[in-house]
């Protein structure tokens, strides 16, 4: 590495979020503080800029991540029912690993890239994309990473939340099929699209329950609870009756006492849904027992169903396009839940 004599050069790291497999449009973020002068020379950081989730450049030498290939910078993905920007996502992601990173590599590839792998911190950084899922293993050109994608699709990390097109075929011109149907019901004013979006980007602060493949049920800031995912949009239908198991978490809203247990949600007769649901047992954050809650014969309207009386409120609906799942929000007494189940 280059060493200045009589001046100490600050780390200069320019972060570039650009579209495609390495060319398109650049910008560049530079910090650039005062120079100061040392009796000892420091050495100077690489410039460092991020084209996409597999493609960087350094002090002027692209680099092509091997054996990997990440979501491009304009591809969007679709998990509960809702298309985000994944490509964006995977950008990201590699940026906030990108100060100190350097690559390693002999070869390069048809568009005079380098290829190799690169690190920071002593971690290999192609392997931490696949196995957080902004990047699949590129088994065209090596097998190195499969372990990590496998890993990364067991617990639906990243892009395998949900839908989405392999980079090499939307490069091609593939694209998602169908329609969002995402849907929300809240307690609370809230955005629930920006809370998706939030979640699948890994942050969850400030969210105390549960992910589910369809929908997502959960207490944000101990003040809200929320459902939100895939809609079905229609009713359950078919010969017999049906059962749907899960949770349900909930908060004391004067002690802000956290509450949880298990979630039954059951329709007798498919042929004339309506809806029984109930909690149980209700445990207290104090580990004390709590009375169950129950609500029967709910009607269900185009896949949602709901009840307001004097006892409190219950609003839901059912998750997939096959009905899978089933969640919402509930009110009654000092408490206010969210639930979810799958059948």
């Given at each position: 590495?280059?060493?200045?004599?009589?001046?100490?050069?600050?780390?200069?790291?320019?972060?570039?979020?650009?579209?495609?497999?390495?060319?398109?449009g650049?910008?560049?973020?530079v910090?650039?503080?005062?120079?100061t002068?040392?009796?000892?020379?420091?050495?100077?950081?690489?410039?460092?800029?991020?084209?996409?989730?597999?493609?960087?450049?350094?002090?002027?030498t692209r680099?092509?991540?091997?054996?990997?290939?990440?979501?491009?910078?304009?591809?969007?993905c679709?998990?509960?029912?809702?298309t985000?920007?994944c490509?964006?996502?995977?950008?990201?992601a590699l940026?906030?690993?990108?100060?100190?990173?350097?690559?390693a590599?002999?070869e390069?590839?048809?568009?005079?890239?380098?290829?190799g792998?690169?690190?920071?911190?002593?971690?290999?950084?192609?392997?931490?994309?696949?196995?957080?899922?902004?990047?699949?293993?590129?088994r065209?050109?090596g097998?190195?990473?499969?372990?990590?994608?496998?890993?990364?699709?067991?617990?639906?990390?990243?892009i395998?939340?949900?839908?989405?097109?392999?980079?090499?075929?939307?490069?091609?011109?593939?694209?998602?099929?169908?329609?969002?149907?995402?849907?929300?019901?809240?307690?609370?004013?809230?955005?629930?699209?920006?809370?998706a979006?939030?979640?699948?980007?890994?942050d969850?602060?400030?969210?105390?329950?549960?992910?589910?493949?369809?929908?997502?049920f959960?207490i944000?800031?101990?003040?809200?609870?929320?459902?939100f995912?895939?809609a079905?949009?229609?009713?359950?239908?078919?010969p017999?009756?049906?059962?749907?198991?899960g949770?349900?978490?909930?908060?004391?809203?004067?002690?802000?006492?956290?509450?949880?247990?298990?979630?039954?949600?059951?329709?007798?007769?498919?042929?004339?849904?309506?809806?029984?649901?109930?909690?149980?047992?209700?445990?207290?954050?104090?580990?004390h027992?709590q009375?169950?809650?129950?609500?029967?014969?709910?009607?269900?309207?185009?896949?949602?169903?709901?009840?307001?009386?004097?006892?409190?409120?219950?609003?839901?609906?059912?998750?997939g396009?096959?009905?899978?799942?089933?969640?919402?929000?509930?009110e009654?007494?000092?408490?206010?839940?969210?639930?979810g189940?799958?059948r």
């Amino acid at each position: 590495m280059k060493k200045l004599s009589m001046a100490a050069t600050a780390a200069l790291i320019a972060v570039l979020a650009a579209c495609g497999g390495g060319g398109g449009g650049t910008s560049t973020a530079v910090t650039d503080p005062p120079a100061t002068e040392s009796e000892t020379d420091t050495p100077v950081a690489a410039r460092i800029r991020v084209i996409d989730a597999d493609t960087v450049e350094i002090d002027g030498t692209r680099w092509r991540l091997h054996a990997i290939d990440a979501p491009e910078t304009r591809q969007t993905c679709r998990a509960w029912g809702r298309t985000w920007d994944c490509g964006a996502a995977a950008t990201d992601a590699l940026m906030s690993r990108a100060a100190s990173m350097s690559c390693a590599g002999s070869e390069s590839d048809r568009y005079g890239r380098m290829i190799g792998v690169c690190s920071a911190a002593g971690e290999d950084l192609n392997a931490w994309l696949v196995a957080e899922g902004w990047a699949l293993a590129y088994r065209q050109f090596g097998s190195d990473y499969v372990a990590e994608e496998d890993e990364a699709r067991t617990h639906r990390r990243g892009i395998h939340r949900g839908d989405f097109v392999a980079p090499w075929d939307w490069r091609r011109g593939e694209r998602l099929a169908g329609d969002d149907t995402f849907a929300a019901i809240a307690s609370d004013a809230i955005d629930a699209a920006a809370l998706a979006d939030r979640m699948l980007t890994g942050d969850v602060t400030g969210l105390y329950g549960h992910w589910m493949d369809e929908s997502v049920f959960a207490i944000v800031e101990d003040t809200t609870a929320v459902s939100f995912g895939a809609a079905s949009g229609t009713t359950p239908s078919a010969p017999g009756g049906a059962v749907w198991h899960g949770a349900f978490v909930g908060v004391d809203i004067r002690t802000r006492e956290r509450i949880e247990g298990a979630a039954v949600i059951d329709i007798d007769d498919l042929a004339r849904p309506d809806v029984d649901v109930a909690f149980m047992p209700l445990i207290d954050a104090q580990v004390h027992s709590q009375s169950d809650l129950s609500w029967e014969d709910i009607p269900v309207v185009e896949g949602a169903f709901g009840r307001q009386d004097a006892a409190g409120t219950i609003e839901g609906r059912f998750y997939g396009s096959d009905h899978q799942e089933a969640g919402g929000i509930f009110e009654r007494g000092h408490m206010i839940g969210a639930f979810g189940a799958s059948r």
